[in-house]
């Protein structure tokens, strides 16, 4: 994989993730449902933290779906692996994911 190539990786990494954790479209609706599973009051974990007091945390599997550093480790290791065995295919995915993560971010920096 050339310097290019891994860069581009990166973005595509970066957009899934965004799509999978942030995103409405196209799985918003499959968060959403899990998240509420998870949050009903018999499932939640608390914790009690000094200074702080009680916490509650989603369980593992609702929790992954919110948070960025949980699940873009499991995308990422996922896209390399197509990446290494598809590398063709995955160069076309990588440009036009990393380019809906630049267009993405333009369109954040420059709307009113």
């Given at each position: 994989m050339t310097g290019y190539q891994a860069l581009l990786a990166l973005a595509a990494v970066a957009r899934l993730t965004r799509l999978v954790t942030v995103d409405r479209m196209p799985v918003g609706w499959l968060r959403t449902?899990?998240?509420?599973?998870?949050?009903?009051?018999?499932?939640m974990r608390h914790e009690e933290l000094p200074g702080v007091g009680r916490v509650d945390h989603l369980p593992w599997w609702a929790e992954i779906w919110?948070?960025?550093?949980?699940?873009?480790?499991?995308?990422?290791?996922?896209?390399?692996?197509?990446?290494?065995?598809?590398?063709?295919?995955?160069?076309w995915t990588s440009t036009v994911l990393a380019a809906s993560l630049a267009a993405g971010i333009v369109a954040e920096q420059t709307s009113p």
């Open positions: 449902r899990i998240v509420r599973a998870g949050s009903s009051p018999r499932r919110t948070c960025p550093w949980c699940v873009s480790i499991w995308i990422g290791a996922g896209y390399v692996a197509l990446c290494w065995a598809y590398p063709a295919v995955t160069m």
